[in-house]
């Protein structure tokens, strides 16, 4: 019988973008859409009607890239990450206007290459950096290439007018929504305060609605999280936990404005993410004991998270047997729920996060300075290269490399491929309206707003898909160019698109700048050191439990940024991707170790023996050696660590008891060691 023929399935780094296509289906956010609709095509309509073309089209820009960063967020986090941008942008179109006056030549190369250094180190410091560098960086290039009367000064005015106007839609629109429903009635978050009765002054004594939504996803996942103890889906829920977690904080503390104080809605949601933390700890520890949890306890989240929703008392909390540590640990984390939900204060937890000290270490450290290498010598490349070419607006290639070396997109490959088709339907799409509206009598300066205004509105659907990104904002950046009097600009700027990503591919081939190799080692080591300090501090009998929550979570969002980090490397094209995605086991492994080290904390809450001094100093030796082997990408040192039965705590008359929580600690380690020296 002949086996049937089957062809060989085509590697994962040239089939990236098409699974990414899934994600287009979803609902649209039909609030953005409309803030959308009325950013960029009214800012380039009013400077249109009053005789200032040019001055449209600056600020529409700038609106244009306020959109681009206009995600889902809260009202505060929105400021920041939309105006930390727009900012950086300010500067870039100062920057690169005023190179433009200097009749430099292709010598501009050069100084572009320099803010390409700059951008570059800035990105490596965190998403919002990572907005901040690419806008400075590329409209650096369009200030110095795209002519326009104004002074510099005053086109990076226009530019910060136009993301101010995105901004106050994106800050006003909310306060009406809520200013019309605020005559319903709404009640307090998890039960009023102790003496209190209703909202004040017929204010809702609730925070935001996208951050109580954020906070009741929270214990929705907790829910799923408790129902899959015992089971094989035990570590996807923990890790569909530490997501909704890390958008919860990230809505209530992240990207604040400087002393900015929150009000007592968003300090009541604080108190109750704080006790979704302490539950948090409890799950972990009965999922790392594997027992199983009856469904009416499994429910206890989910009651909280109706709590959340709605404002009304959670009612009658069901809590799991108190046969374990997990178990009495889930009693007391119940209790605390109770008494918070019921009005009381949550124990302060406090903010987690890189500080100014650590920021300056991701641009300066080796991660920053490889990828602004790649940055400066994509975009020095690609602007001598455009100079070289006949024409005028040259900047369109090296801003197209600048936009395509960010890494936030996926893999390099994917990258290009979705950069270079979706810039092919965008040219399309313009030059048949083109060619279709351009004639008309009157209609010259009215069709580009028009296809402006739409292709504004579809940004935050387009967002979904690099590709359909790519295709949305083409025409929108053809009819601003359009506008600006380059003309002829469509095909030729899809040539520049297929040259920017030639210059990209062939940086990527390039060691040593920052690729995703770079990527990897990066994100892996700071989740080994995140994964340490948390092992000190539960090992420490002085550090207090507010301080090993915070560490905790720290450790378990270093790990997913570093599985995210090893997923995307994975689909990189040869030689990377084969080699970097056989990371994974090393990040699983050090998810096994946090998980482990949260069950040793509250055991030994619990009366449970503490290890010897020197088990302590060498479980954190080992994880230093490890983080420091990663981050210079050698194998780890020879280092003497327990391993199985031999791993005790004190326990007198006996000697030494074993430890499940610690052997499977070290049991880790040695995996998590071992894999990292043969992927060296």
């Known amino acids: 019988m002949r086996t049937p023929h089957t062809?060989?399935?085509?590697?994962?780094w040239l089939t990236h973008p098409l699974p990414g296509a899934r994600g287009l289906r979803g609902p649209v956010p039909w609030a953005a859409v409309a803030r959308g609709a009325l950013g960029v095509g009214p800012v380039l309509a009013a400077g249109v009607a009053a005789g200032q073309t040019s001055a449209g089209v600056t600020a529409g820009l700038g609106a244009m890239f306020a959109h681009i960063n206009d995600r889902p967020a809260t009202r505060a986090t929105r400021l920041v990450r939309i105006g930390l941008p727009a900012l950086a942008g300010a500067v870039g179109m100062l920057t690169g206007a005023w190179l433009g006056t200097l009749g430099l030549g292709t010598w501009i190369a050069l100084a572009l290459a320099a803010v390409g250094l700059v951008s570059g180190a800035i990105s490596a410091i965190g998403p919002v950096c990572s907005s901040a560098g690419v806008q400075l960086m590329v409209v650096c290039v369009v200030g110095a290439g795209m002519p326009a009367p104004e002074s510099p000064p005053a086109r990076a005015g226009l530019l910060?007018?136009?993301?101010?106007?995105?901004?106050?839609?994106?800050?006003l629109l909310p306060l009406l929504a809520q200013f019309r429903g605020s005559v319903l009635p709404q009640l307090p978050l998890g039960g009023a305060p102790r003496g209190a009765t209703a909202p004040v002054d017929g204010r809702p004594a609730a925070g935001l609605p996208d951050e109580r939504v954020a906070v009741a996803a929270v214990y929705d996942a907790l829910a799923d999280l408790m129902a899959a103890v015992g089971t094989e889906r035990g570590q996807a829920g923990r890790r569909r936990l530490t997501a909704a977690y890390d958008a919860a904080y990230e809505s209530l503390?992240?990207?604040?404005?400087?002393?900015h104080r929150p009000d007592a809605g968003r300090r009541r949601l604080r108190d109750l993410l704080a006790v979704a933390g302490a539950l948090s700890e409890t799950a972990v520890t009965l999922l790392w004991e594997?027992?199983?949890l009856?469904?009416?306890?499994?429910?206890t989240p989910a009651l909280l998270a109706r709590s959340v929703r709605t404002g009304r008392p959670p009612g009658p909390l069901p809590a799991p047997a108190p046969h374990t540590a997990g178990g009495l640990a889930a009693h007391r984390a119940v209790l605390l729920a109770a008494r918070v939900f019921d009005g009381e204060p949550a124990p302060a937890v406090g903010a987690v996060g890189p500080g100014p000290r650590q920021r300056l270490r991701r641009a300066l450290g080796p991660a920053g300075r490889e990828y602004a290498a790649r940055v400066a010598l994509c975009v020095g490349v690609a602007t001598a290269l455009a100079r070289s070419l006949p024409g005028e607006h040259w900047y369109w290639l090296p801003a197209t490399a600048a936009f395509l070396v960010k890494p936030d997109?996926?893999?390099?490959?994917?990258?290009a491929v979705s950069r270079a088709f979706g810039t092919a339907v965008g040219v399309a799409v313009f030059g048949g309206l083109a060619a279709l509206l351009g004639p008309l009598a009157g209609a010259d300066g009215v069709w580009p707003v028009a296809v402006a205004a739409v292709c504004s509105a579809l940004i935050p659907v387009s967002v979904r898909h690099f590709a359909l990104q790519t295709a949305v904002l083409t025409p929108l950046l053809l009819s601003l160019v359009y506008l600006g009097g380059d003309r002829g600009a469509g095909y030729a700027r899809l040539t520049d698109t297929l040259l920017a990503c030639a210059v990209v591919l062939a940086a990527g081939a390039l060691p040593g700048l920052g690729g995703p190799r770079a990527q990897v080692s990066v994100r892996l080591s700071l989740a080994v050191r995140a994964t340490r300090d948390h092992l000190d501090r539960v090992l420490d009998a002085d550090a207090p439990y507010a301080v090993r929550l915070r560490l905790r979570r720290?450790?378990?969002r270093a790990l997913a940024d570093a599985r995210r980090a090893v997923e995307v490397a994975g689909a990189e094209h040869p030689p990377f991707g084969r080699d970097l995605a056989a990371w994974a086991p090393v990040v699983a492994a050090l998810e096994e170790i946090v998980d482990a080290t949260t069950a040793c904390g509250v055991r030994l809450d619990h009366g449970a023996p503490r290890p010897e001094p020197a088990l302590a100093d060498g479980l954190r030796a080992a994880l230093s050696d490890l983080a420091d082997a990663v981050a210079a990408r050698r194998p780890p040192a020879d280092l003497p660590l327990p391993a199985g039965p031999s791993v005790t705590v004190p326990q007198p008359p006996l000697g030494g008891v074993p430890c499940a929580t610690l052997a499977d600690v070290t049991a880790g380690l040695h995996r998590a060691r071992q894999l990292a020296g043969s992927r060296q």
């Open 290 to 292: 594997g027992e199983p």
């Open 7 to 12: 062809s060989p399935a085509l590697p994962r």
């Open 554 to 556: 720290e450790a378990y």
């Open 253 to 259: 503390y992240a990207h604040r404005v400087p002393l």
């Open 294 to 299: 009856p469904a009416r306890v499994a429910r």
């Open 160 to 171: 910060l007018a136009g993301a101010a106007w995105v901004l106050a839609m994106a800050w």
């Open 409 to 415: 997109m996926g893999p390099l490959v994917s990258r």
